[in-house]
């Protein structure tokens, strides 16, 4: 996993559609390009330190990861101009002080590919997904990144794609009009044997 070594580190702090989040972004690596991680409270966080340490903030109830940027859910009820100095703060001198993001051995899951995914799929099927998966890696993922999020392949069955989302879109009071407006739309349009997008683990 990433070290990182770099003395000077910078972090700012940029909104996302979820009021809840914030995205901070840095100036060095913590993932590899196309890998996060997604944390919804402190007990699944056992292999970042990290997010254990994020955690610490009464306020703070998710921890998402990404390449170069850290996006923070809060609770409802407070404002982010009292909590992004504080935790830019925390997050530059966390990094500049060679605090380790995740436990020694630590590697993100592979994201699914339709063999992987589907197991006994027919092999239109497996083809279906393929094409499914290639679209929202090349199209959709680094938009929703943009957005401090992530969006992953989880199934196809019968016409209808099965994603999870991740980091600000969980949660987020625009991500079911995204996916069905937007994410939907597209896959129909570039795939017609998808008849329906649907998230898993998104709380709306």
């Not at 972004?25 to 990290?50: C, F, H, K, T």
Request: glycine residues 8%; contains cysteine; proline residues 5%.
């Amino acid at each position: 996993m990433l070290e990182n070594k770099e003395k000077t580190v910078s972090v700012y702090a940029e909104a996302n559609p979820n009021p809840e989040s914030m995205k901070f972004v840095m100036n060095i690596s913590l993932l590899p390009d196309g890998q996060s991680v997604d944390y919804a409270n402190l007990e699944s966080a056992v292999e970042s330190p990290l997010a254990q340490e994020l955690f610490n903030f009464d306020y703070v109830s998710r921890v998402f990861i990404a390449s170069n940027f850290v996006t923070v859910t809060k609770s409802a009820g407070i404002e982010w101009v009292k909590l992004i100095p504080e935790l830019r703060t925390f997050l530059k001198s966390y990094v500049e002080a060679g605090g380790p993001i995740f436990n020694q051995g630590f590697e993100v899951s592979k994201p699914a590919t339709g063999g992987e995914a589907h197991g006994e799929a027919s092999e239109g099927d497996a083809a279906i997904s393929k094409k499914v998966i290639d679209l929202l890696e090349n199209y959709v993922r680094p938009a929703v990144e943009q957005d401090g999020g992530n969006i992953s392949f989880k199934s196809y069955k019968d016409g209808v794609v099965t994603v999870h989302l991740q980091g600000s879109c969980s949660g987020c009071p625009s991500a079911t009009v995204t996916l069905k407006a937007g994410i939907e739309n597209l896959l129909k349009r570039m795939v017609p044997e998808v008849t329906e997008v649907v998230a898993d683990g998104v709380t709306v």
